[in-house]
């Protein structure tokens, strides 16, 4: 466990930034994922076209996290929407419905296929740059593939998640024949795009290992979108009624296999002793359920809270009124090689961060000396940690969290972010 104080080292959370470059670049954004689907590729959609670009995203249906389409989706239905100014061409999809892995199979090909078919009938205006948002599948790149097929215009590919090494990692995927045919279809993707932006350095030599020359390849992290601060939350703000009193450990997010929720648990019933803490999940997923049996199961009803989903402008006021906001993932090579994104959010919102995590993501939280961490999967080094932490003065809990603001802003900071993004959207569309 370390809660160390921040130390600066320039240079390597960023390289040079390319100066802002002038003039309006033509932006299709190939998604499986958007609005009203919360993930922070609408957050970039609308910087973007804040900035004076035209912006057309491709995307599917909604479906996720609950694996069924939001209501007014269906089939084809709505084929065109207008998000605040950018324009939506949505292609169908099956939907992941529970989230098996034959389910999410057939969901990813679905959105591939049709999109990969769809897309040059549906996307015929000038297209300057194709940007493909992948936090997890990679088979989203091909209809940019096939989109640049047809329109010559230069694919910048954001890498959120590894694979084939993360379908490994989760147990997605067994059979070391699919894991080779992912693997050759990741290099297949990968060699043809014209920059790989990845979200963690981590990342790295896995993807210049698969043949993409190096200078193809920039780091280029997540951030928060600017709703992300810390707050004052007012006495009868509603968000107060749905927490529990005590000691509030809150984690946000996915409640996946990724994110190593038996270790969340078995450190909650370590510290059942200490009733005054009380763990709080704000999120969805499907490993949901499991979570709920084993918190009946393990007598954690009375610690333990579940209270699903909530919309992200909501969150801020949450994480405010929790004592520590938690991050966890799986004890597995490829997992020390990421930085999940909650934690952006998190130091944003300047509150003290618990983590049981390896690698980039743990280093991160140490160099800024915003937090407590432990190895990923050690449930008695995060009942420790949470316990230190209840422990502290809350003085020095909220310099934990300042410390973490002040980190954000000058590591990942969103229009510092937004102006490198920009420098080369406009580099590559110039070369072309």
């Not at 999809?93 to 090909?109: D, E, S, T």
């Not at 047809?150 to 590894?162: E, G, K, R, T, Y």
């Not at 297949?188 to 200078?215: H, K």
Request: contains cysteine.
């Amino acid at each position: 466990m370390t809660g160390r104080s921040p130390v600066k080292r320039p240079g390597r959370l960023f390289g040079p930034l390319p100066p802002a470059r002038a003039g309006r670049v033509n932006i299709l954004i190939v998604t499986q994922y958007f609005w009203p689907e919360s993930f922070r590729i609408n957050d970039l959609a609308l910087a973007l076209r804040e900035r004076g670009h035209r912006v057309t995203v491709l995307t599917g249906m909604p479906n996720y996290p609950g694996g069924q389409l939001f209501s007014g989706y269906g089939g084809l239905s709505p084929a065109n929407e207008d998000y605040r100014g950018v324009a939506v061409k949505r292609v169908p999809l099956v939907p992941r419905f529970a989230g098996k892995g034959w389910q999410l199979a057939i969901n990813y090909l679905s959105f591939a296929l049709s999109a990969s078919v769809l897309a040059p009938f549906r996307c015929r205006d000038r297209v300057d740059v194709i940007f493909v948002f992948e936090p997890s599948p990679v088979t989203v790149g091909l209809p940019a593939i096939a989109l640049k097929a047809v329109s010559d215009a230069p694919i910048l590919f954001w890498v959120q998640d590894l694979w084939p090494e993360s379908l490994s990692a989760t147990g997605a995927v067994r059979s070391p024949a699919v894991l080779r045919w992912v693997r050759k279809l990741v290099r297949y993707i990968y060699r043809r795009c014209d920059r790989i932006l990845v979200q963690s350095e981590g990342f790295i030599p896995l993807i210049t290992g698969l043949g993409v020359a190096p200078q193809k390849v920039a780091y280029f992290p997540n951030w928060a979108e600017s709703l992300y601060q810390p707050v004052e939350v007012a006495n009868d703000a509603p968000e107060r009624t749905t927490l529990p009193a005590g000691f509030r450990v809150m984690f946000a997010g996915n409640i996946g296999a990724a994110q190593s929720f038996d270790t969340i648990l078995t450190a909650a019933e370590a510290l059942k002793p200490h009733p005054e803490i009380q763990w709080v999940v704000l999120g969805d997923g499907h490993q949901r359920q499991w979570v709920e049996r084993e918190v009946e199961r393990r007598g954690l009803t009375g610690c333990v809270r579940l209270l699903g989903h909530r919309p992200a402008e909501r969150m801020p006021t949450y994480f405010a009124l929790a004592d520590a906001l938690l991050v966890t993932l799986r004890d597995d090579p490829v997992f020390s090689l990421t930085i999940p994104s909650k934690i952006q959010s998190y130091q944003a919102c300047g509150r003290p961060i618990i983590a049981a995590l390896n690698g980039e993501g743990a280093r991160i939280i140490q160099e800024s000396g915003c937090g407590l961490t432990c190895p990923a999967g050690d449930a008695g080094g995060l009942a420790r940690a949470v316990l230190q932490l209840y422990q502290m003065q809350a003085e020095e809990r909220k310099r934990l969290g300042t410390r973490g603001r002040a980190y954000f802003l000058e590591h990942f900071e969103r229009e510092r972010l937004l102006d490198q993004l920009e420098g080369w959207m406009a580099d590559i569309a110039g070369a072309h």
